[in-house]
């Protein structure tokens, strides 16, 4: 059986729930409590020894320990439906926006989070090692943020998904980008429409309850 060890509350894990869903790979969830610190216990570190989630344990001698590595093994293990494309083209646009979103979107609020909040003083980054809070880092994250809407709204005008014509991983690391950033104050409004009805339309997808 594959074991995902997930934190419900926390974003990086949430992404590739979403994908176990979408592609209905059966599992077992773990529940790692990342505010007690569970991550950072002996048990875990023998299994990520880089004390974070997600985990997925598909063998003994296989644990993949971060979204790039669990969405290409699940590409590869179950191939339909294609999150990563089927093209050259979409392979590359989704590869593309994926990265895009990871780096414009999801960094920004982790900067504004984790460089501004009392409780992560000393923890500014995830994993074992401890670095102190940068105030600027987290300014910096917050304007960088308001400019991923901009760009997000204007790449979804007349568009269903994010990268090509068809729901990809890119739109998954989107919708948790967009829903994490609530967590720093900061959320789309009538200035990106286009992003509100892409948003919308995705919570019609049932991968998004989980």
Not at 176 to 194: E, G, Y
Request: charged share 25%; aromatic share 8%; proline share 8%.
């Amino acid at each position: 059986m594959i074991t995902f060890y997930d934190c419900s509350t926390a974003p990086s894990p949430r992404r590739a729930r979403i994908l176990l869903a979408e592609k209905r790979i059966p599992h077992q969830a773990v529940q790692v409590d990342l505010r007690a610190g569970e991550q950072f216990g002996e048990s875990f570190r023998r299994l990520n020894p880089q004390c974070t989630v997600p985990v997925l344990r598909v063998a003994d001698d296989l644990v993949l320990t971060d979204n790039a590595a669990i969405t290409a093994w699940a590409e590869a293990a179950y191939p339909e439906p294609a999150l990563l494309g089927t093209t050259p083209a979409a392979k590359a646009a989704i590869a593309s926006w994926n990265w895009r979103v990871e780096f414009e979107g999801l960094i920004a609020v982790a900067e504004a989070l984790r460089n501004r909040a009392p409780a992560m003083a000393g923890r500014a980054l995830p994993g074992p090692v401890d670095y102190p809070q940068i105030p600027a880092l987290a300014e910096r994250g917050l304007a960088r943020l308001q400019q991923f809407f901009v760009d997000l709204d204007r790449q979804l005008q007349g568009r269903d998904f994010v990268a090509t014509d068809d729901f990809s991983i890119a739109d998954i690391t989107a919708v948790v980008a967009v829903d994490f950033a609530r967590i720093v104050k900061a959320q789309p409004d009538a200035r990106h429409p286009d992003l509100l009805r892409w948003r919308a339309a995705m919570g019609q997808r049932p991968s998004l309850a989980a």
